[in-house]
Protein backbone atom coordinates (compact mmCIF):
# COMPACT_ATOMS: atom_id res chain seq x y z
CA UNK A 1 0.00 0.00 0.00
CA UNK A 2 2.00 2.82 -1.17
CA UNK A 3 1.41 6.22 0.42
CA UNK A 4 3.68 9.11 -0.64
CA UNK A 5 6.48 9.56 -3.18
CA UNK A 6 9.10 11.85 -4.00
CA UNK A 7 11.54 11.48 -6.92
CA UNK A 8 13.64 8.50 -6.22
CA UNK A 9 11.89 7.50 -2.81
CA UNK A 10 8.51 6.07 -1.61
CA UNK A 11 7.09 5.70 2.04
CA UNK A 12 4.48 3.35 2.42
CA UNK A 13 3.14 0.98 5.22
CA UNK A 14 3.17 -2.50 5.44
CA UNK A 15 1.16 -5.73 7.07
CA UNK A 16 -2.23 -6.98 6.71
CA UNK A 17 -4.85 -4.29 4.40
CA UNK A 18 -6.92 -2.48 6.96
CA UNK A 19 -5.22 -4.08 10.45
CA UNK A 20 -2.55 -1.67 12.70
CA UNK A 21 0.32 -3.70 12.11
CA UNK A 22 3.05 -0.51 12.90
CA UNK A 23 5.48 -2.06 10.54
CA UNK A 24 6.42 0.95 8.11
CA UNK A 25 8.33 0.88 4.53
CA UNK A 26 11.22 3.47 3.28
CA UNK A 27 12.40 3.12 -0.19
CA UNK A 28 15.35 4.70 -2.65
CA UNK A 29 16.58 3.48 -5.64
CA UNK A 30 19.03 1.19 -4.31
CA UNK A 31 17.42 -0.01 -1.07
CA UNK A 32 14.45 -1.12 0.61
CA UNK A 33 13.93 -0.08 4.45
CA UNK A 34 11.14 -1.65 6.60
CA UNK A 35 10.48 -0.80 10.45
CA UNK A 36 8.63 -2.30 12.39
CA UNK A 37 7.57 -1.13 16.27
CA UNK A 38 7.70 -4.04 19.41
CA UNK A 39 5.63 -2.70 21.93
CA UNK A 40 4.85 -4.53 25.70
CA UNK A 41 3.57 -6.81 26.95
CA UNK A 42 5.27 -9.09 24.65
CA UNK A 43 3.01 -12.34 24.90
CA UNK A 44 0.08 -12.10 23.12
CA UNK A 45 -2.05 -15.26 22.59
CA UNK A 46 -3.49 -14.32 19.29
CA UNK A 47 0.35 -13.67 17.60
CA UNK A 48 -1.50 -13.41 13.93
CA UNK A 49 -3.59 -10.48 15.23
CA UNK A 50 -1.09 -8.48 17.13
CA UNK A 51 1.67 -8.78 14.79
CA UNK A 52 3.57 -5.42 16.03
CA UNK A 53 3.50 -7.17 19.70
CA UNK A 54 6.53 -9.99 20.15
CA UNK A 55 5.54 -12.84 22.19
CA UNK A 56 7.56 -14.56 25.73
CA UNK A 57 7.89 -18.10 27.10
CA UNK A 58 4.13 -18.47 28.23
CA UNK A 59 2.56 -16.34 31.03
CA UNK A 60 6.30 -14.61 32.13
CA UNK A 61 5.30 -10.99 31.59
CA UNK A 62 9.15 -9.36 29.12
CA UNK A 63 9.60 -5.53 29.91
CA UNK A 64 10.97 -3.35 27.48
CA UNK A 65 13.68 -4.17 29.16
CA UNK A 66 14.54 -7.95 28.87
CA UNK A 67 14.31 -7.97 24.46
CA UNK A 68 17.51 -9.23 22.86
CA UNK A 69 18.45 -9.72 18.95
CA UNK A 70 17.83 -13.73 20.12
CA UNK A 71 14.25 -12.94 20.11
CA UNK A 72 14.03 -11.79 16.86
CA UNK A 73 15.45 -13.75 13.73
CA UNK A 74 15.47 -12.01 9.98
CA UNK A 75 16.93 -14.01 7.18
CA UNK A 76 17.86 -13.28 3.65
CA UNK A 77 18.25 -14.96 0.15
CA UNK A 78 18.53 -13.89 -3.18
CA UNK A 79 14.80 -13.86 -3.31
CA UNK A 80 13.07 -14.04 -0.35
CA UNK A 81 12.79 -12.70 3.28
CA UNK A 82 11.76 -14.21 6.66
CA UNK A 83 11.51 -12.32 9.67
CA UNK A 84 10.17 -13.88 12.92
CA UNK A 85 9.64 -12.99 16.57
CA UNK A 86 9.96 -15.34 19.19
CA UNK A 87 6.98 -17.18 20.41
CA UNK A 88 5.74 -19.37 23.43
CA UNK A 89 8.49 -22.04 24.73
CA UNK A 90 9.92 -23.51 20.89
CA UNK A 91 7.54 -21.78 18.18
CA UNK A 92 8.53 -18.95 16.06
CA UNK A 93 6.38 -16.25 14.62
CA UNK A 94 6.30 -15.00 11.30
CA UNK A 95 5.41 -11.50 11.45
CA UNK A 96 2.74 -11.24 8.45
CA UNK A 97 3.50 -9.50 5.01
CA UNK A 98 7.30 -10.13 5.57
CA UNK A 99 7.75 -13.81 4.66
CA UNK A 100 8.22 -15.58 1.33
CA UNK A 101 9.58 -13.98 -1.90
CA UNK A 102 10.31 -10.73 -2.51
CA UNK A 103 9.46 -8.86 -5.81
CA UNK A 104 12.92 -8.51 -7.21
CA UNK A 105 16.10 -9.66 -6.61
CA UNK A 106 18.38 -8.51 -3.17
CA UNK A 107 21.67 -8.34 -2.65
CA UNK A 108 21.92 -10.42 1.13
CA UNK A 109 25.84 -9.60 1.80
CA UNK A 110 24.40 -5.99 1.77
CA UNK A 111 21.28 -6.52 4.15
CA UNK A 112 21.63 -6.41 7.58
CA UNK A 113 19.05 -5.33 10.19
CA UNK A 114 19.20 -3.77 13.87
CA UNK A 115 17.59 -2.71 16.96
CA UNK A 116 17.24 0.21 19.07
CA UNK A 117 14.98 1.26 22.50
CA UNK A 118 13.34 4.05 22.68
CA UNK A 119 12.97 4.64 26.25
CA UNK A 120 10.01 2.76 27.81
CA UNK A 121 7.80 2.81 25.17
CA UNK A 122 8.94 0.18 22.07
CA UNK A 123 11.02 -1.07 20.33
CA UNK A 124 12.22 -0.80 16.61
CA UNK A 125 13.53 -3.55 14.78
CA UNK A 126 15.44 -1.33 11.36
CA UNK A 127 15.57 -3.84 8.66
CA UNK A 128 17.98 -2.91 5.62
CA UNK A 129 17.83 -4.47 2.02
CA UNK A 130 19.68 -3.46 -0.44
CA UNK A 131 18.85 -4.26 -4.44
CA UNK A 132 20.69 -6.60 -6.64
CA UNK A 133 20.09 -3.88 -9.21
CA UNK A 134 19.57 -0.25 -8.45
CA UNK A 135 17.97 2.01 -10.12
CA UNK A 136 14.44 1.75 -10.37
CA UNK A 137 11.98 1.37 -7.42
CA UNK A 138 9.26 -2.11 -6.81
CA UNK A 139 6.23 -1.42 -6.95
CA UNK A 140 6.08 -3.76 -3.82
CA UNK A 141 8.34 -5.55 -1.11
CA UNK A 142 6.58 -9.40 -1.48
CA UNK A 143 5.88 -10.69 -5.17
CA UNK A 144 2.69 -12.70 -3.69
CA UNK A 145 0.87 -9.85 -1.15
CA UNK A 146 -2.04 -12.43 -0.19
CA UNK A 147 0.78 -15.46 0.67
CA UNK A 148 2.63 -13.29 2.80
CA UNK A 149 0.01 -12.06 4.91
CA UNK A 150 -1.22 -15.34 5.93
CA UNK A 151 -0.50 -15.85 9.74
CA UNK A 152 2.74 -18.43 9.81
CA UNK A 153 4.52 -20.64 12.19
CA UNK A 154 8.37 -22.32 12.72
CA UNK A 155 9.61 -24.53 14.94
CA UNK A 156 13.26 -24.18 17.23
CA UNK A 157 14.38 -27.11 14.45
CA UNK A 158 13.96 -25.17 11.90
CA UNK A 159 15.81 -22.21 13.17
CA UNK A 160 18.49 -24.04 14.09
CA UNK A 161 20.41 -23.72 10.44
CA UNK A 162 20.59 -19.89 10.48
CA UNK A 163 24.51 -19.25 11.39
CA UNK A 164 24.94 -17.63 14.93
CA UNK A 165 28.49 -14.69 15.50
CA UNK A 166 30.10 -12.79 18.19
CA UNK A 167 29.25 -9.61 18.67
CA UNK A 168 31.55 -7.19 20.29
CA UNK A 169 30.07 -7.63 24.01
CA UNK A 170 31.02 -11.06 23.60
CA UNK A 171 27.33 -12.25 22.96
CA UNK A 172 25.83 -14.79 20.29
CA UNK A 173 23.63 -12.85 17.95
CA UNK A 174 22.16 -13.40 14.28
CA UNK A 175 24.55 -12.79 11.34
CA UNK A 176 22.41 -10.77 10.03
CA UNK A 177 22.38 -8.78 12.94
CA UNK A 178 24.61 -5.06 13.12
CA UNK A 179 24.78 -3.27 15.92
CA UNK A 180 22.77 -0.08 15.93
CA UNK A 181 26.35 2.39 16.77
CA UNK A 182 28.19 0.89 13.82
CA UNK A 183 28.17 0.39 9.76
CA UNK A 184 27.85 -2.97 8.56
CA UNK A 185 30.98 -5.26 7.44
CA UNK A 186 30.65 -4.52 4.08
CA UNK A 187 30.71 -0.75 4.45
CA UNK A 188 34.22 -0.75 7.09
CA UNK A 189 35.72 -3.44 4.42
CA UNK A 190 35.01 -0.53 1.86
CA UNK A 191 36.79 2.15 3.98
CA UNK A 192 39.46 0.26 4.95
CA UNK A 193 40.50 -0.07 0.98
CA UNK A 194 40.16 3.32 0.18
CA UNK A 195 42.40 4.53 3.24
CA UNK A 196 44.85 1.97 1.65
CA UNK A 197 44.45 3.75 -1.70
CA UNK A 198 44.84 7.28 -0.08
CA UNK A 199 48.26 6.23 1.57
CA UNK A 200 49.33 4.96 -1.89
CA UNK A 201 48.50 8.46 -3.51
CA UNK A 202 50.15 9.78 -0.76
CA UNK A 203 53.28 8.02 -1.54
CA UNK A 204 52.91 9.30 -4.99
CA UNK A 205 52.62 12.58 -4.61
CA UNK A 206 55.92 13.30 -3.63
CA UNK A 207 55.68 17.25 -4.58
CA UNK A 208 55.04 19.56 -1.71
CA UNK A 209 51.77 20.92 -1.63
CA UNK A 210 50.51 24.43 -1.37
CA UNK A 211 48.49 24.76 1.97
CA UNK A 212 44.94 25.15 1.64
CA UNK A 213 42.81 28.18 4.11
CA UNK A 214 41.19 26.03 7.03
CA UNK A 215 37.68 27.16 6.38
CA UNK A 216 35.77 27.09 10.06
CA UNK A 217 32.08 26.28 10.87
CA UNK A 218 31.17 28.61 12.80
CA UNK A 219 32.47 31.51 9.81
CA UNK A 220 30.06 29.93 7.35
CA UNK A 221 27.27 28.68 9.24
CA UNK A 222 24.70 30.46 11.20
CA UNK A 223 23.41 28.00 14.06
CA UNK A 224 19.74 29.72 14.31
CA UNK A 225 18.28 26.51 13.29
CA UNK A 226 14.93 26.28 11.79
CA UNK A 227 12.70 22.88 11.57
CA UNK A 228 9.99 21.70 9.76
CA UNK A 229 8.80 17.90 10.94
CA UNK A 230 6.14 15.83 9.00
CA UNK A 231 4.77 12.19 9.65
CA UNK A 232 7.76 11.32 6.87
CA UNK A 233 10.56 13.69 7.35
CA UNK A 234 12.21 16.07 9.11
CA UNK A 235 13.92 19.09 7.97
CA UNK A 236 16.09 21.38 9.48
CA UNK A 237 17.95 24.37 7.84
CA UNK A 238 20.04 27.06 8.06
CA UNK A 239 21.58 30.10 6.93
CA UNK A 240 24.96 30.24 5.29
CA UNK A 241 26.91 33.44 4.89
CA UNK A 242 27.06 34.38 0.66
CA UNK A 243 30.13 35.68 0.52
CA UNK A 244 32.07 33.22 2.42
CA UNK A 245 30.25 30.39 0.49
CA UNK A 246 31.39 32.05 -2.62
CA UNK A 247 34.43 31.49 -1.22
CA UNK A 248 34.50 28.38 0.05
CA UNK A 249 33.77 26.76 -3.29
CA UNK A 250 35.94 28.84 -5.13
CA UNK A 251 38.89 27.79 -2.73
CA UNK A 252 38.01 23.83 -2.95
CA UNK A 253 36.61 23.54 -6.49
CA UNK A 254 33.68 21.90 -5.12
CA UNK A 255 30.63 22.38 -3.37
CA UNK A 256 30.14 19.23 -1.73
CA UNK A 257 31.95 20.72 1.51
CA UNK A 258 29.70 19.09 4.07
CA UNK A 259 30.10 15.50 5.78
CA UNK A 260 26.81 13.53 7.32
CA UNK A 261 27.75 10.22 9.41
CA UNK A 262 24.70 8.42 10.58
CA UNK A 263 25.01 4.67 11.84
CA UNK A 264 23.43 1.73 10.86
CA UNK A 265 20.52 2.57 13.62
CA UNK A 266 19.82 5.79 12.31
CA UNK A 267 19.65 7.15 16.22
CA UNK A 268 22.83 9.21 16.30
CA UNK A 269 24.01 12.30 13.49
CA UNK A 270 26.92 14.52 13.18
CA UNK A 271 27.49 16.50 10.22
CA UNK A 272 29.81 19.12 9.86
CA UNK A 273 32.17 21.19 7.82
CA UNK A 274 34.70 18.76 6.50
CA UNK A 275 38.19 19.55 7.69
CA UNK A 276 36.35 21.26 10.94
CA UNK A 277 35.20 17.85 11.99
CA UNK A 278 35.98 18.87 15.71
CA UNK A 279 33.32 21.84 15.65
CA UNK A 280 30.30 19.89 14.03
CA UNK A 281 26.75 21.51 12.77
CA UNK A 282 24.93 19.04 14.80
CA UNK A 283 26.22 15.94 16.80
CA UNK A 284 24.57 14.04 19.42
CA UNK A 285 21.32 11.61 19.56
CA UNK A 286 18.57 11.94 17.99
CA UNK A 287 14.83 12.30 18.97
CA UNK A 288 14.13 8.92 16.79
CA UNK A 289 15.02 7.66 13.91
CA UNK A 290 15.75 8.14 10.53
CA UNK A 291 17.21 6.30 7.37
CA UNK A 292 20.31 6.63 6.59
CA UNK A 293 19.78 5.86 2.89
CA UNK A 294 17.89 8.59 2.48
CA UNK A 295 19.56 11.18 4.42
CA UNK A 296 21.15 13.91 2.55
CA UNK A 297 21.86 17.88 2.78
CA UNK A 298 21.37 20.06 -0.13
CA UNK A 299 21.87 23.56 -0.65
CA UNK A 300 19.16 26.49 -1.97
CA UNK A 301 19.21 29.74 -2.85
CA UNK A 302 16.70 31.82 -0.96
CA UNK A 303 15.84 35.85 -1.62
CA UNK A 304 19.48 35.93 -2.88
CA UNK A 305 21.18 33.85 0.07
CA UNK A 306 22.20 30.63 0.30
CA UNK A 307 20.04 28.47 2.40
CA UNK A 308 21.66 25.03 4.01
CA UNK A 309 18.94 21.99 4.26
CA UNK A 310 19.27 18.76 5.92
CA UNK A 311 16.70 16.17 4.61
CA UNK A 312 15.85 12.81 7.22
CA UNK A 313 13.25 10.37 6.50
CA UNK A 314 11.75 9.00 9.66
CA UNK A 315 11.39 5.19 10.22
CA UNK A 316 8.23 5.63 12.26
CA UNK A 317 5.22 8.83 11.70
CA UNK A 318 5.42 9.92 15.81
CA UNK A 319 6.17 13.31 16.09
CA UNK A 320 9.57 14.02 17.82
CA UNK A 321 10.03 15.65 21.39
CA UNK A 322 13.25 16.98 20.10
CA UNK A 323 15.61 16.51 17.17
CA UNK A 324 19.51 16.35 18.37
CA UNK A 325 19.95 16.37 22.11
CA UNK A 326 21.22 19.31 23.85
CA UNK A 327 20.15 21.73 20.86
CA UNK A 328 17.07 23.89 22.92
CA UNK A 329 16.32 25.48 19.24
CA UNK A 330 15.30 22.07 17.84
CA UNK A 331 13.20 20.53 21.00
CA UNK A 332 9.11 20.46 20.95
CA UNK A 333 8.07 22.57 24.13
CA UNK A 334 4.59 22.57 25.50
CA UNK A 335 3.35 25.87 25.37
CA UNK A 336 -0.20 25.02 24.56
CA UNK A 337 -2.61 22.06 25.40
CA UNK A 338 -1.75 20.41 21.55
CA UNK A 339 1.67 20.50 21.91
CA UNK A 340 1.61 18.95 25.72
CA UNK A 341 -0.71 15.79 24.06
CA UNK A 342 1.93 15.40 21.34
CA UNK A 343 4.63 15.24 24.22
CA UNK A 344 2.37 12.53 25.92
CA UNK A 345 2.22 10.48 22.97
CA UNK A 346 -1.23 11.38 21.00
CA UNK A 347 -0.72 13.20 17.89
CA UNK A 348 -3.48 11.73 15.39
CA UNK A 349 -6.19 13.76 14.47
CA UNK A 350 -8.43 11.05 15.24
CA UNK A 351 -7.21 9.11 17.72
CA UNK A 352 -7.56 12.46 20.00
CA UNK A 353 -11.24 12.97 18.49
CA UNK A 354 -11.78 8.99 19.97
CA UNK A 355 -10.34 9.97 23.23
CA UNK A 356 -12.18 13.20 23.69
CA UNK A 357 -15.21 10.56 22.94
CA UNK A 358 -13.83 8.34 25.86
CA UNK A 359 -12.95 10.95 28.18
CA UNK A 360 -16.83 12.11 27.72
CA UNK A 361 -18.58 8.48 28.30
CA UNK A 362 -16.48 8.41 31.02
CA UNK A 363 -17.86 11.60 32.88
CA UNK A 364 -21.12 10.01 31.76
CA UNK A 365 -20.32 7.02 33.77
CA UNK A 366 -20.55 4.87 30.32
CA UNK A 367 -17.45 2.94 30.97
CA UNK A 368 -18.02 0.29 27.74
CA UNK A 369 -18.57 2.63 25.72
CA UNK A 370 -14.88 4.84 27.06
CA UNK A 371 -13.22 1.29 26.79
CA UNK A 372 -14.33 1.07 23.25
CA UNK A 373 -12.79 4.42 22.12
CA UNK A 374 -9.84 3.87 24.40
CA UNK A 375 -8.95 1.02 22.26
CA UNK A 376 -9.45 2.93 19.17
CA UNK A 377 -7.01 5.61 20.42
CA UNK A 378 -4.58 3.22 21.55
CA UNK A 379 -4.71 1.48 18.21
CA UNK A 380 -3.32 4.10 16.22
CA UNK A 381 -0.94 5.94 19.17
CA UNK A 382 -0.13 2.77 21.59
CA UNK A 383 2.11 5.21 23.55
CA UNK A 384 -0.39 7.65 25.27
CA UNK A 385 0.13 6.87 28.58
CA UNK A 386 -2.92 8.60 29.71
CA UNK A 387 -5.05 6.65 27.44
CA UNK A 388 -3.87 3.84 28.93
CA UNK A 389 -4.78 5.37 32.54
CA UNK A 390 -7.90 6.35 31.53
CA UNK A 391 -8.71 3.08 30.46
CA UNK A 392 -7.90 0.95 33.28
CA UNK A 393 -10.03 3.32 35.13
CA UNK A 394 -12.98 2.77 32.81
CA UNK A 395 -12.39 -1.07 33.01
CA UNK A 396 -12.18 -1.45 36.76
CA UNK A 397 -15.67 -0.14 37.26
CA UNK A 398 -17.23 -3.34 35.46
CA UNK A 399 -14.55 -5.97 35.46
CA UNK A 400 -14.54 -8.35 38.52
CA UNK A 401 -12.81 -11.57 37.34
CA UNK A 402 -9.22 -12.11 38.21
CA UNK A 403 -8.15 -12.65 35.23
CA UNK A 404 -9.50 -9.55 33.27
CA UNK A 405 -8.29 -7.56 36.53
CA UNK A 406 -4.66 -8.80 35.59
CA UNK A 407 -5.19 -7.52 32.08
CA UNK A 408 -5.94 -4.00 33.66
CA UNK A 409 -2.76 -4.12 35.58
CA UNK A 410 -1.14 -4.61 32.47
CA UNK A 411 -2.41 -1.34 31.33
CA UNK A 412 -1.22 0.56 34.81
CA UNK A 413 2.13 -0.94 34.09
CA UNK A 414 2.44 -0.61 30.36
CA UNK A 415 1.83 3.38 31.16
CA UNK A 416 4.21 3.62 33.89
CA UNK A 417 6.87 1.87 31.38
CA UNK A 418 6.72 5.19 29.26
CA UNK A 419 6.48 7.87 32.01
CA UNK A 420 7.93 6.56 35.39
CA UNK A 421 6.71 9.72 36.71
CA UNK A 422 2.89 9.03 35.77
CA UNK A 423 1.24 9.42 39.70
CA UNK A 424 -1.87 8.70 38.70
CA UNK A 425 -1.12 5.72 36.63
CA UNK A 426 0.62 4.33 39.90
CA UNK A 427 -2.73 5.26 42.00
CA UNK A 428 -4.58 2.90 39.42
CA UNK A 429 -1.68 -0.03 39.92
CA UNK A 430 -2.35 0.27 43.94
CA UNK A 431 -6.03 0.18 43.28
CA UNK A 432 -5.69 -2.93 40.98
CA UNK A 433 -3.58 -4.74 43.36
CA UNK A 434 -5.85 -4.29 46.42
CA UNK A 435 -8.81 -5.96 44.04
CA UNK A 436 -6.38 -8.68 43.74
CA UNK A 437 -5.27 -9.19 46.71
CA UNK A 438 -2.30 -7.91 47.16
CA UNK A 439 -2.46 -5.57 49.13
CA UNK A 440 1.61 -5.16 50.82
CA UNK A 441 2.17 -3.87 46.80
CA UNK A 442 -0.59 -2.33 46.61
CA UNK A 443 0.04 0.15 49.80
CA UNK A 444 4.01 0.81 48.12
CA UNK A 445 2.49 1.53 44.57
CA UNK A 446 0.61 4.44 46.49
CA UNK A 447 2.98 5.62 48.73
CA UNK A 448 5.50 5.52 45.99
CA UNK A 449 2.56 7.64 43.89
CA UNK A 450 1.92 10.23 46.60
CA UNK A 451 5.81 10.90 46.71
CA UNK A 452 5.53 11.49 43.13
CA UNK A 453 2.60 13.73 43.29
CA UNK A 454 3.31 17.38 44.23
CA UNK A 455 0.00 18.41 45.16
CA UNK A 456 -0.17 16.42 48.53
CA UNK A 457 -3.79 15.56 47.77
CA UNK A 458 -5.43 13.67 50.96
CA UNK A 459 -7.17 11.04 48.67
CA UNK A 460 -3.68 9.85 48.55
CA UNK A 461 -3.66 8.86 52.87
CA UNK A 462 -7.38 8.10 52.55
CA UNK A 463 -6.59 5.05 50.18
CA UNK A 464 -3.70 3.93 51.79
CA UNK A 465 -5.81 3.90 55.19
CA UNK A 466 -8.32 1.80 53.38
CA UNK A 467 -6.42 -0.63 51.63
CA UNK A 468 -4.71 -1.14 55.37
CA UNK A 469 -8.78 -1.48 56.72
CA UNK A 470 -9.10 -4.24 53.67
CA UNK A 471 -6.26 -6.49 54.37
CA UNK A 472 -6.76 -6.85 57.98
CA UNK A 473 -10.61 -7.94 56.92
CA UNK A 474 -9.32 -10.11 54.58
CA UNK A 475 -6.78 -11.74 56.63
CA UNK A 476 -9.35 -12.34 59.55
CA UNK A 477 -12.16 -13.55 57.06
CA UNK A 478 -13.73 -17.01 58.00
CA UNK A 479 -11.99 -19.45 56.19
CA UNK A 480 -13.49 -22.80 55.63
CA UNK A 481 -12.79 -25.82 56.13
CA UNK A 482 -13.21 -29.07 54.70
CA UNK A 483 -14.79 -30.28 58.50
CA UNK A 484 -17.16 -27.40 59.36
CA UNK A 485 -18.01 -26.28 56.14
CA UNK A 486 -19.23 -29.45 54.45
CA UNK A 487 -21.98 -28.06 51.85
Known sequence: RLGTESGMETHHILGPPKEFSHCYGYQTADSYCIAIQLRPPYEGGGGCRKIHQITSDWDSRKGVEDLTPNDMMIKFTERSIEVCKRGGSSSWHMIR?????????????????TMTKHGGRYW????EIVKKTPGKLWSR???DEREANRP??????????????????????????CHPHQKPKYETQEADLDEVFIEELEMLEDEPQETKKKWLMKDLVDLRFGMEESTLSMLVSMNMDPEKWREIQRDLGTSDVFGLDIPFGGNHIKFYLKGDEDSPILAGKLGGCVWRKGSRWHVEMREGR??????????????WSYVV???????????????????DGLWDDEAIEEKAKGDGYFRNSEYRSAVKCYDRTLERNPDSYITLTNRAAARLAYETEKFKVEEI?????????????????KFREGIILCKLHRY??????LEEGQRMDRSNNVSWEEEIATIKEERIKWHNRKKLTYLNDVE
Open 97 to 113: GLHGPTYQQMNREKSYW
Open 124 to 127: LISI
Open 141 to 143: LMR
Open 152 to 177: NMKWDKDMQRTPMIMDKDGKFVPSTY
Open 306 to 319: PMLELYMPKQTPEP
Open 325 to 343: EGYHSLSRTAYDPYQQMIL
Open 409 to 425: LEDAQRALEINPQWYKA
Open 440 to 445: DEAVWA
